[in-house]
């Protein structure tokens, strides 16, 4: 009876759902602290603004629980660097990165081990987003062409890439893709290519099942001023294909009223839930 019971309730409250709740798989999404990156100049990333002013970049990593399974998007700044309280300095004396919390740590109080994520998705693959990715060789990993023959080619530095912190992916099952790539096949969770941060730079769009469709950015844009002001940092690989990539998720945004979450942008994700806790 009880049995019963409950199966009536879920048809009610299926029954009561928007068609944007049935649609969605994704039960819900944490978004995870996954360091903090210090400038001392920001107008590398915001061509002639606010020239030598410093700046604290945000990172996250985010975990979906779809009804198929766990997806890890990002992984962060490495988690060896949470031995370091005053963070490690890169670029030159120009970046000091931090990692105060380890991902496995920040998993592991989801309940969550490395090994239980299925898919696995990078936005690319700089040091700041592929700093764990050795932990996830269990699970299949979803990666644009161009990002895979800049990853493991021979001139992955000429990429700003560190390959031995992605190295062992090298073995796991891998969706080659180019282009949209709908990941659990019910339109929930769609891989959009975003290319000009990096040669394959992609973007994940998640429709979460109250907030409703959300694009995380990766980096094409660092932050909500350089999408508002259409900026791209003058290091990124390609700056014409990175002002189109803008403009063509700017109409894909529009037209299907979804919301942009950047990665980078610190005052932005003050507003937004942190793991443990979770959005939907
Ligand atoms: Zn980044």
Known sequence: MKNIGAVSVLLL???????????????????????????????????GVNVGKPHVFSNYCYLIKH?????LWDTGNADRLATMPNGMTVAGGTITVFMKKPLAESLKEIGVAPGDIRHFAMSHAHGDHSGNANLFTAATLYVQRAEYAAMFGSEAQKFGFIPANYDKLRGNTAMIIDGDYDVFGDGSVILKAAPGHTPGHQVLVVRLPRTGPVMLSGDMVHLLYSWNFRIA?????????????IDEMKAF?????????INHDMEQNAKIPKAPAFVQ
């Open 13 to 47: 409250l299926a029954a009561c759902a928007t068609p944007s709740q049935q649609q969605s798989g994704v039960e819900r999404m944490y978004v995870i602290s996954c360091g903090e990156n210090h400038v001392k100049d920001v107008s590398r990333w915001t061509p």
């Open 253 to 261: 945004a529009q037209s299907t009223k979804t919301q942009l979450w």
């Open 67 to 71: 009804a198929q399974g766990w997806m």
């Open 233 to 245: 940092p003058s290091f990124n690989f390609d700056i014409a294909r990175s002002m189109a990539t």
